[in-house]
């Protein structure tokens, strides 16, 4: 069983700046971070295919976040800048061997999740 974990999460004041780090056991070629509020889907915010280092973001991340392949090996990072209250959420790091749509959460292997507070 894969293991996958997320750190770096916290409260920030609007307008600051948070990175959260997925740490996973294994090669993995499709990475994702997702977030959830309660009584709300989980939302894709950002995922990258480590091979070529592809990556996608949401509009709503597009020009604040950027998702980057980690200086550890299996590690990798979300930098979040300029956070609003709204990105208030717990944040998942979803993973999978093979390349995945990044759209949905359906990666084979999730963390427990780091949670993320912007106040304002």
């Known amino acids: 069983q894969e293991q996958v974990k997320e750190s770096g999460g916290g409260s920030v004041q609007a307008g600051g700046s948070l990175r959260l780090s997925c740490a996973y056991t294994?090669?993995?070629?499709?990475v994702s971070w997702f977030r959830q509020t309660p009584g709300k889907e989980r939302e894709l915010v950002a995922c990258?295919?480590?091979?070529?280092?592809?990556?996608y973001y949401t509009n709503s991340a597009k020009g604040r976040f950027s998702i980057t392949q980690g200086n550890t090996k299996n590690t990798v990072d979300l930098h979040m800048n300029s956070l609003k209250p709204e990105d208030t959420a717990t944040y998942y790091c979803?993973?999978?061997?093979?390349?995945?749509?990044?759209?949905?959460?359906?990666?084979?292997?999730w963390g427990q999740g780091t949670q993320v507070t912007v106040s304002s």
């Open positions: 990258i295919y480590t091979q070529r280092g592809v990556t």
């Open positions: 979803g993973v999978d061997r093979e390349i995945k749509v990044c759209r949905a959460p359906n990666f084979a292997f």
């Open positions: 294994d090669n993995m070629a499709s």
